[in-house]
């Protein structure tokens, strides 16, 4: 398939960011569904997912550009093409995070449980995202002649054997995001659904990042997104255990 969806003069859209988009409004339509769900208004909701996009965006296109600064330093103007590809998750994770809990401050809503209807949400809208991948052949993997290589391209067109990892983290994405829906129907403790995301989607970034083979800037022996990813499961263990730990504490006392 064709990388540009949509050219008109000098300008091009393209898949990547095309898919990415139509993840973004997926997640939207999603969370607004689940809004009455959550006993959030809708329209509130829709303040705080435009607070949580503009982060997102902002964090994921920082994340992207400042370990590739040498493509962008000349040109300052290129910073800001979010139309022509150059995204972060983890980056756009953090972001979004940040600019929800701002919302969550200012419009005294509760953070966890925004963040509970965001996280699938956002799982849902990433899986679609690295659909974009797969076409744009961005994150692509290793060379490998195995049963499970496909004939793929990398990102300049070079076909190989490649581990599909962009199939199999939108697969895999997507079955997170099925199971974090199961959990949001269940009367869950608030934050839990947005910490199991954290935990899965961590752990499922992790793996897959030893499968690719696209250029980026280590940590010792591990990709930068990896020590993020690793970060995200570690922070999300210590939260649990400190929920699990006061729950505890709170259960001794009323016994008592």
């Not at 020590?227 to 730990?245: Q, T």
Request: charged share 10%.
């Amino acid at each position: 398939m064709h990388p540009v969806f949509l050219r008109w003069g000098s300008h091009a859209v393209y898949w990547y960011s095309a898919l990415i988009w139509l993840g973004l409004v997926s997640a939207l339509v999603y969370a607004l569904w689940q809004a009455p769900r959550a006993g959030l208004d809708r329209s509130r909701l829709l303040d705080a997912a435009l607070c949580l996009l503009a982060g997102g965006l902002l964090g994921a296109r920082a994340a992207y550009v400042i370990p590739n600064w040498a493509d962008y330093g000349g040109r300052p103007e290129a910073l800001l093409g979010f139309w022509g590809g150059g995204y972060s998750f983890q980056g756009g994770l953090f972001g979004g995070a940040l600019g929800l809990w701002l919302y969550s401050l200012v419009a005294h809503q509760s953070f966890l449980r925004l963040a509970d209807v965001a996280a699938p949400a956002v799982a849902l809208g990433q899986s679609i995202g690295w659909a974009g991948a797969w076409v744009h052949g961005a994150n692509y993997g290793l060379v490998v002649r195995s049963a499970f290589s496909m004939w793929l391209p990398d990102l300049y067109g070079v076909y190989g054997p490649r581990l599909p990892v962009q199939m199999l983290a939108c697969l895999l994405g997507a079955l997170l995001f099925l199971q974090l829906h199961r959990l949001r129907r269940r009367h869950l403790p608030g934050g839990l659904v947005a910490l199991l995301y954290l935990l899965g989607n961590g752990t499922l970034h992790f793996v897959l990042d030893f499968m690719r083979a696209d250029e980026t800037f280590y940590m010792g022996p591990l990709r930068w997104t990896q020590v993020a990813e690793l970060a995200e499961v570690v922070l999300g263990l210590a939260i649990l255990l400190y929920l699990h730990a006061t729950r505890n504490a709170t259960a001794t006392e009323k016994s008592r």
